[in-house]
């Protein structure tokens, strides 16, 4: 694989991270934003988001780096007899 390649396939590794985050957070907020009587909840929008967010993106560059070393060491061997 290319360098543009692995660079586009890291990049894309981060933004479905940030994807995924992005959708655990919608999932758990569902209720809370808005409570019955209640005025929002900002610690949703303040604290859990940007958590979520952040630890989606860190996910993702964590599987692109692995992935990346799973290519690179099955490249780098040499061909069996």
Do not use: K, N, T
Not at 21 to 40: I, N
């Amino acid at each position: 694989m290319g360098q543009r390649m692995e660079a586009a396939a890291g990049c894309l590794a981060v933004l479905g991270g940030l994807g995924a985050g992005l959708v655990v957070w919608a999932v758990r907020a569902q209720g809370r934003v808005d409570r019955f009587e209640q005025g929002p909840d900002w610690r949703v929008f303040v604290v859990e988001l940007p958590l979520c967010a952040l630890g989606g993106v860190g996910a993702g560059a964590l599987a692109g780096a692995l992935l990346h070393r799973r290519f690179r060491a099955r490249r780098a061997a040499p061909p069996g007899p």
